[in-house]
C-alpha cells in the first residue's frame, strides 16, 4: 500500500516561485506525477517521472517553467514551479503507480493507483 502527502503549497504572486513537496510511502512505485485541478475543470497532468531511471515527461503547460524531480533515499517527489501564472492556481495532486508501462501515458490520471489529498496553489 502507498501512501501520499503533499506539501508546500501556498499563494504567491504572478512570476513568483513555489516548490512541491510529496512525501511517499510504501514499495514498488514505478511511476510518481503532479496533477492539478482548478475549480470546474478535469485533473489534468503535469508532469511525471519513472522512478528507475529518473526519465521525465511534461505537459506543453509545464516545458521550461516546472521541473520534476525525486529523492530516492528520502522518497520524496518535487515539482519546481517557476515564472507561475494565474492559471496555474489550481490543487496540484501527486499520484504513484506501482505497475510499468509508458513514459508517454503517463499524464492520464486513470494510470495512477494512489493519489495525495492535494496541496492549493494560488497565483494573483
Known amino acids: 500500500h502507498v501512501q501520499l502527502v503533499e506539501s508546500g503549497g501556498g499563494s504567491v504572486q504572478a512570476g513568483g516561485s513555489l516548490r512541491l513537496s510529496c512525501a511517499a510511502s510504501?514499495?514498488?512505485?514505478?511511476?510518481m506525477g503532479w496533477f492539478r485541478q482548478a475549480p470546474g475543470k478535469e485533473r489534468e497532468g503535469i508532469a511525471t517521472?519513472?522512478?528507475?531511471?529518473?526519465?521525465?515527461y511534461y505537459a506543453d503547460s509545464a516545458k521550461g517553467r516546472f521541473t520534476i524531480s525525486r529523492d530516492n533515499a528520502r522518497n520524496t517527489l518535487y515539482l519546481q514551479m517557476n515564472g507561475l501564472k494565474p492559471e496555474d492556481s489550481a490543487m496540484y495532486y501527486c499520484?504513484?503507480?506501482?505497475?510499468?508501462?509508458?513514459?508517454?501515458?503517463?499524464?492520464?490520471?486513470?494510470?495512477?493507483?494512489?493519489w495525495g489529498h492535494g496541496t492549493q496553489v494560488t497565483v494573483s
Open positions: 499520484a504513484a503507480r506501482t505497475r510499468y508501462g509508458l513514459i508517454a501515458n503517463s499524464l492520464n490520471r486513470a494510470w495512477y493507483d494512489y
Open positions: 510504501g514499495y514498488s512505485i514505478r511511476f
Open positions: 517521472i519513472y522512478t528507475g531511471a529518473g526519465s521525465t
